[in-house]
């Protein structure tokens, strides 16, 4: 999530502005965006304006003296510039310059939008004070923001932009994927060993790879590759899947857990190893709990305890390799086919494997792995749950 906001601030391509005439006229026209994809009701005394030639999903429209205004903010989903609600909303304040955010009463009945909720801010625009009401939403195409722009924001003035708001309509494009394989019940069950992750990432984990297969989904895997993997190519594609196959963070661990074995702590009784490295290491009381609760975890699991960290790791590359053009898509389920077969034969369930996958994350992060046991529990509540898919599935190749 933290790397797709961090591009959306990079590049910001979905501002569109609208500024208000004045709430008086009933007169109407509708107002379409330059892609087409929306539309919007304002007052005819409103004259279109491009700002943005460059971004055609921008649309700007201004009154006669320019002295209210609505920003409208689209960020279609297929970009993954924006992970959730959450992300557009700090992306808008962000780059609005909003302050004081004060949750407010949303319009409700806006077609086709849903999770809407609104926010009166304070805000500095071109150095003057003013304020602004946000009306937030999203469709199954994108992630909207509506920001009524007034130096003084009124409940009348918030109840007639909600009008504004209310004669949205959408016009969404098909999303072009170029996979040409089923989602069958085997290319599901590769999709619920990473659905954490692809989750977390604001994707869609009923498709192979989290997203559809496009010319956007290659460039965003091929630009997230090089950050966070350094591949680049088929070659350095090759590589690190082998290194998460053979050694991954659990070798390191394993190395970790040798070297205090090798020193002693093997031969400490378990309740005992926490005051025993404390006092033979340098290292803090809590450091030596931590260390006694890694130990005892390894002598009971041995490398499987975190194991599952590198596997269902090696699954979501495994589609990103397919969606960045280094792997084919055959090759891309075949290999997950083999990966995805050691997997159910060193694990027994989804609990069991998602276990090791959290102390995994926890041994190569460092941190809690709260969040991402929450997000599990959300996932399992889920109408779509991913997780309901038989573990012992038996799996074949449909492809």
């Not at 003035?157 to 069958?184: D, G, L």
């Not at 956007?216 to 950050?227: C, D, G, R, V």
Request: with cysteine; proline share 3%.
């Amino acid at each position: 999530m933290k790397v797709l906001r961090r591009l959306f601030t990079a590049a910001w391509v979905v501002l569109s502005v609208v500024m208000l005439a004045g709430c008086g006229s009933t007169a109407t026209k509708e107002f379409k965006s330059p892609n087409e994809t929306y539309t919007i009701q304002a007052s005819e005394k409103w004259n279109a304006e491009d700002i943005f030639p460059d971004d055609d999903r921008i649309m700007s429209i201004f009154s006669p003296k320019g002295d209210k205004g609505i920003v409208s903010i689209q960020s279609p989903k297929s970009d993954y510039t924006i992970a959730d609600m959450d992300g557009m909303k700090d992306a808008v304040e962000t780059f609005l310059t909003m302050n004081s955010p004060e949750s407010v009463s949303a319009p409700t009945g806006v077609p086709g939008m849903e999770n809407i909720t609104a926010y009166k801010n304070g805000m500095m625009l071109d150095g003057y004070s003013m304020e602004s009401y946000t009306v937030y939403g999203e469709t199954d195409y994108a992630f909207y923001a509506f920001v009524y722009i007034d130096k003084k924001v009124t409940d009348k003035k918030m109840e007639q932009f909600q009008t504004i708001c209310a004669s949205f309509v959408e016009n969404a494009p098909e999303v072009e994927n170029q996979s040409t394989v089923e989602a069958t019940d085997t290319i599901r069950w590769f999709n619920t060993t990473c659905a954490i992750l692809t989750s977390s990432n604001g994707w869609d984990y009923n498709i192979f790879g989290g997203m559809p297969a496009n010319e956007e989904s290659k460039q965003t895997e091929i630009q997230l590759l090089e950050e966070w993997w350094e591949v680049t190519d088929r070659q350095s594609a090759d590589e690190t899947m082998n290194w998460l196959l053979t050694e991954g963070h659990r070798a390191d661990f394993v190395d970790t857990m040798e070297y205090y074995a090798e020193n002693g702590v093997a031969d400490i009784a378990a309740a005992d190893r926490a005051a025993w490295l404390y006092e033979n290491f340098e290292m803090t009381e809590e450091e030596g709990v931590e260390i006694a609760e890694w130990y005892n975890l390894y002598e009971e699991q041995g490398e499987n305890a975190i194991a599952a960290w590198d596997y269902s790791r090696a699954m979501s590359l495994l589609g990103y390799y397919f969606l960045a053009g280094y792997y084919t898509e055959a090759e891309a389920l075949d290999k997950s086919l083999e990966v995805a077969t050691t997997i159910q034969g060193a694990w027994g369930s989804w609990d069991e494997f998602m276990e090791g996958y959290f102390k995994g994350y926890e041994w190569w992060s460092a941190e809690s792995s709260d969040e991402r046991r929450a997000l599990y529990e959300e996932l399992k509540a889920a109408d779509d749950n991913p997780y309901a898919i038989d573990w012992n599935l038996s799996l074949e190749k449909s492809w």
